[in-house]
């Protein structure tokens, strides 16, 4: 079955940095788009960046440019999240979701990321 184990969350202090980490299994990893998601309480699910299946393609949400990197291995099955210079309002739970080449979207179950002094 399918699976995304996120991991590498934590507490960081302003302006710190935190290296996120996504495992899949159970599909055709170098088909699938893979995306990073936060959710903050009392507030929606955002897309924060997302990864073309070759790594040649990303997007960013606007809060996160030029701080935040996502990358992946193929060979590995991963997908990363670096993030710099981490702001307090960075503070969510980050999901890894995966969108297959069958239409297929799936949900890890999320790490948390807090940043505060």
């Known amino acids: 079955q399918v699976q995304l184990v996120e991991s590498g969350g934590g507490l960081v202090q302003p302006g710190g940095s935190l290296r996120l980490s996504c495992a899949a299994s159970?599909?055709?990893?170098?088909?699938?788009?893979m995306s990073w998601y936060r959710q903050a309480p009392g507030k929606e699910r955002e897309l924060v960046a997302r990864?073309?299946?070759?790594?040649?393609?990303?997007n960013y949400a606007d809060s996160v440019k030029g701080r935040f990197t996502i990358s992946r291995d193929n060979a590995r099955n991963t997908v990363d999240l670096q993030m710099n210079a981490l702001k307090p309002e960075d503070t969510a739970i980050y999901y890894c979701?995966?969108?297959?080449?069958?239409?297929?979207?799936?949900w890890g179950q999320g790490t948390q990321v807090t940043v505060s002094s």
């Open positions: 990864i073309g299946y070759t790594g040649s393609s990303t």
């Open positions: 979701k995966a969108l297959t080449y069958y239409g297929g979207n799936y």
């Open positions: 159970g599909f055709t990893f170098s088909s699938a788009a």
